[in-house]
């Protein structure tokens, strides 16, 4: 498994932008699959956004689509979400994860084997 920490969370105004990073260690990050979850208080954990298990196809849920972006950095073994035009409902806390296997596809959680600790991100109205 791998350590992966993400940064970069915080306060921002609805409307404003703000990236996301998530810096894994451990296995080959360019062979592995990879994305970002998060989970607002008294819901469940969702998938915003991921790559599939090829490494390089991108996937986003609905809400964000055409506002958030995934991006990785295969030599600097970082994943990246950018976020755009943030609304107060994109509030929760953002975590990072690594997937272990492709049977249930990227936007599963049981996909996925390692999880980072979270970052803050807070939309004000």
């Known amino acids: 498994q791998e350590l992966l920490v993400e940064s970069g969370g915080g306060l921002v105004q609805a409307g404003g932008s703000m990236r996301l990073s998530c810096a894994a260690s451990g296995r080959t990050f360019r062979r592995y699959g990879m994305g970002w979850f998060r989970q607002a208080p008294g819901l469940e954990r969702e998938f915003v956004a991921g790559f599939g298990w090829d490494g390089s196809t991108t996937y986003y849920t609905h809400s964000v689509q055409g506002r958030f972006t995934i991006s990785r950095d295969n030599a600097q073994n970082t994943l990246y979400l950018q976020m755009n035009s943030l609304k107060p409902e994109d509030t929760a806390v953002y975590y990072c994860?690594?997937?272990?296997?492709?049977?249930?596809?990227?936007?599963?959680?049981?996909?996925?084997?390692?999880w980072g600790q979270g970052t803050q991100v807070t939309v004000s109205s």
């Open positions: 994860a690594a997937q272990g296997t492709s049977y249930y596809g990227a936007n599963d959680p049981r996909s996925y084997v390692s």
